[in-house]
T-cell receptor, first 114, second 115 residues
């Protein structure tokens, strides 16, 4: 069964610093991978998705993620953190036998220090 | 695109009461999903509709839970005889269903508190 693991339930960075949020997946087939962001008391918003077209995926708000098959990773990065990036971030994978069911990681809360 | 709308935003109920939540998906989306999110966790899949047909139900969805999408548009999720363990955020999402990776668009959720 597929799964995603997000290392670090909390990540704290200074404003302007590099953001790196880690996601590792397990899958026996080429995965479809997603990153979502959730602001307090809101639903999830899609940041970006990997669909095998390109290993480096650019998303909204300056975020990008690189798919590395050899490392089974799909880490999310942003060169310079902004205060408005403080939120919870979820990595997700489409379940192998499904075309629709997302399996989410447990999330990483990003804190941005002024 | 007015987004996915969920009502109510918050619901506080006493244990044993029934509650019903509504979700209005993006109008042209034929796929609709319900997820449950507890504090500090990622969302967990509950059920999936394609048009009016409920095609999958998670084992998390006990017999106290029922979801409908009668005309293939809005959906309702009802919880009967609520328990304190039902306290969570209930998220609805919709998608176009084109291809295997059409992104899900989430509503802002209904936060249920069972006292």
């Amino acid at each position: 069964a597929q799964s995603v693991t997000q290392l670090g339930s909390h990540v704290s960075v200074s404003e302007g610093a590099l953001v790196l949020l880690r996601c590792n997946y397990s899958s026996s087939v080429p995965p479809y991978l997603f990153w979502y962001v959730q602001y307090p008391n809101q639903g999830l918003q899609l940041l970006l998705k990997y669909t095998s077209a390109a290993t480096l995926v650019k998303g909204i708000n300056g975020f990008e993620a690189e798919f590395k098959k050899s490392e089974t990773s799909f880490h999310l990065t942003k060169p310079s953190a902004h205060m408005s990036d403080a939120a919870e971030y979820f990595c997700a994978v489409i379940e192998e036998d499904s075309s629709y069911k997302l399996i989410f990681g447990s999330g990483t809360r990003l804190l941005v220090r002024p | 695109d007015t987004g996915v709308s969920q009502n109510p935003r918050h619901k506080i109920t006493k244990r044993g009461q029934n509650v019903t939540f509504r979700c209005d998906p993006i109008s042209e989306h034929n796929r609709l999903y319900w997820y449950r999110q507890t504090l500090g966790q990622g969302p967990e899949f509950l059920t999936y509709f394609q048009n009016e047909a409920q095609l999958e139900k998670s084992r998390l969805l006990s017999d106290r839970f029922s979801a409908e999408r009668p005309k293939g548009s809005f959906s309702t999720l009802e919880i009967q005889r609520t328990e304190q363990g039902d306290s969570a955020m209930y998220l609805c999402a919709s998608s176009t269903g084109q291809g295997n990776n059409s992104p899900l668009h989430f509503g802002n959720g209904t936060r249920l508190t069972v006292t």
